[in-house]
Structure formats: structure tokens, C-alpha cells
């Protein structure tokens, strides 16, 4: 009995199985990278938003409110704009030196808030944090241009 017949057949057809087993598989790859790329994109906008509302809260306490208003005002900036929870998020899918930029960022932000608050000078404050956001900005640019 020949043999050559069924075995080629058998063969052919395991060769299209795993043929089609590693397109998917790639196919699957890309899109996990496309949507890792899209939940990092989606934390570090919302970050970048809540703390840019967050800081022209607080400046246009500082410019606009009496010292009471001013006070409250600027001490609800963060909680207003969902500052934490946006860090919270940024956290779950950033690479570690965004996390840490960011900690570092929500500190800045928080001592600005409370230099405009005591009612001390506080364009130093602002300043530092807005070099601050404008590194972490680059910075995140750069891990989604590596997330491809």
C-alpha cells in the first residue's frame, strides 16, 4: 500500500494549521502593542489635562478670588479636576520614569497651589512646574514612540 498520498495530505494540512496558528499570533501581537500604545496615550492625556486644568484653577484663584475664596478655590483645584485619579491611571500603564515624573509633577503642582494659597510669590512655583510638564510631556512622547 503507498502511503505518500495521505501522509503528504496529513503533512500539507498541518503545515496550514500552524501556518494560520502564526499569522494569528502575530495578528494578536499587534494588536496588544496597538492597544497598550492606545490605554498609555489615552492615561498620559487625561494626566497632562487634569494637572493643566488643576493649574489654571489655581491661577485664576490667586489673581481673581478674595483670600477666602482664594484659599478654597485653589485647595479644591486638584480634586476638582481628578488630579489623583488621573496619576492613579497613568500609573497602572506607564513605563517607571513616568511614574515617577508624575509623582514628581503632582508635588509641584501641590506646592504651587500652596505658595498662591499663603499668598507668597509663587512664580517660582509656577515656573518649576511648568518645566516640569513640559519634560514629562516630551517624555511621554518619547515611551509612546517606543510603544509601537
Request: proline share 3%; hydrophobic share 40%; with cysteine.
Amino acid at each position: 500500500m503507498d502511503w505518500t498520498a495521505p501522509v503528504s495530505t496529513a503533512l500539507g494540512g498541518l503545515i496550514s494549521v500552524i501556518s494560520v496558528l502564526v499569522a494569528h499570533r502575530a495578528q494578536w501581537g499587534k494588536e496588544v502593542k496597538r492597544q497598550r500604545r492606545e490605554d498609555l496615550r489615552t492615561a498620559c492625556v487625561q494626566f497632562l489635562s487634569a494637572v493643566t486644568q488643576a493649574r489654571e484653577q489655581i491661577h485664576r484663584a490667586g489673581r481673581d478670588s478674595s483670600d477666602e475664596e482664594k484659599v478654597r478655590r485653589a485647595q479644591d483645584a486638584l480634586t476638582d479636576h481628578d488630579v489623583f485619579p488621573a496619576r492613579i491611571q497613568l500609573h497602572l500603564v506607564a513605563p517607571p520614569d513616568l511614574v515617577e515624573m508624575s509623582r514628581e509633577l503632582v508635588h509641584l503642582l501641590i506646592g504651587y497651589r500652596d505658595a498662591v494659597t499663603s499668598g507668597e510669590p509663587h512664580q517660582e512655583a509656577e515656573l518649576a512646574f511648568t518645566n516640569h510638564r513640559n519634560a514629562i510631556t516630551q517624555a511621554m512622547q518619547t515611551a509612546l514612540s517606543d510603544v509601537q
